[in-house]
């Protein structure tokens, strides 16, 4: 899918003219370098350092919290688990 800013440098080209020709470049490398640092990090489990609340009810503590502790400590040794 093309940006604003892509069309319109497909605009500029299309019709010519020695400041579009002269724009291109430099436009274009902008681009893929914007493009570059807007590209999102890969997700490493391994690596990841990252928070997630669950919140439960009385009930749900009671009856949740010591399995899903035992669950995720036995699958990712590296967890944290606080109550």
Do not use: C, H, Y
Request: aromatic fraction near 6%.
């Amino acid at each position: 899918m093309r940006t604003g800013i892509e069309m319109l440098l497909a605009d500029a080209t299309r019709t010519g003219g020695p400041r579009a020709e002269q724009l291109a470049r430099p436009v274009r490398r902008a681009l893929d370098e914007l493009q570059l640092a807007l590209e999102p990090d890969v997700f490493s489990p391994a690596t990841a350092e990252r928070s997630f609340v669950v919140a439960l009810d009385n009930f749900g503590a009671i009856a949740l919290d010591t399995p899903v502790d035992r669950f995720a400590t036995k699958l990712w040794s590296s967890i944290i688990m606080s109550s």
